[in-house]
């Protein structure tokens, strides 16, 4: 079995640094973008402006051994598990957000308001649904 | 930089066969449970009875080069690019399910209507919140 992870492309942010980094997705946050790799571009068949997706990618440098931690902003909070906390700090540091698309053009999607650092490596995307996606959507069907 | 995967245990379901596997996480499924290596129960500190988590897990056995493929159940529809669908079948074959833990007992979370095969691998669990956290929706297509 191939558990391998492949990269399909990069997340442009304004974020150079780690300090800059927002701690959470914002819907009117700054243009940012999903560049895919260009022999990705054909995955993207069906994706439309306006519609929700989850965007996968990793987060790098960081510690992947913490068993607790805590929570952001808290230096003086409890000791928290790892899998209770978004931190990027865990076994495996996929990041998951909900973005609307703003754009498309060939291999680049549009988006506002990431939360990770310019050149991100991006896994996946997915069209948000379900229980997934935010309660202000239509109904289905609509 | 290190970007293998760490497996933390595994997914019981009721499901052998992916014929057997429903196609969408059901909130009043069967019992099914997140069984994490012993090392990584300490991780789930924190974490109660009645909260959604967002669950992350591993598919195994399927196509990871398709651009194009139909929607499931409609092998008459158009072609539809891979990341324009929630098929298992893509680049990095992570499953996303939110659920809500019915119980916790060491390193052992009690979760109801899971939609993998038993045993599958499951790579990260983690608070739902703001945009993931889902008022009631029922699945697309209950």
């Known amino acids: ?73 808290a230096p003086e909070g409890p000791l928290l598990g790892t899998f209770a906390l978004r931190s990027p700090n865990r076994p495996n540091p996929i990041g998951i957000g909900t973005l609307t698309i703003q754009g498309i053009d060939g291999n680049r999607i549009e988006i506002r308001g990431m939360d990770c650092l310019n050149g991100t490596m991006l896994l996946d995307i997915k069209p948000a649904m379900g229980p997934d996606k935010l309660a202000s959507i239509p109904p289905v069907g609509s």
Chains 1, 2 share one sequence.
């Not at 492949?6 to 973008?33: H, M, Q, S, V």
């Open 1 to 73: 079995m191939n558990t391998e992870l492949r990269f399909i492309g990069r997340i442009e942010t304004p974020y150079e640094t780690l300090d800059a980094c927002p701690k959470n997705i914002r819907p009117d946050g700054p243009p940012c973008a999903l560049v895919l790799e260009p022999d990705y571009a054909e995955y993207l068949t069906g994706l439309e402006v306006g519609q929700e997706i989850l965007v996968l990618y990793w987060f790098e440098d960081v510690d992947r051994s913490l068993a607790l931690q805590r929570r952001f902003g």
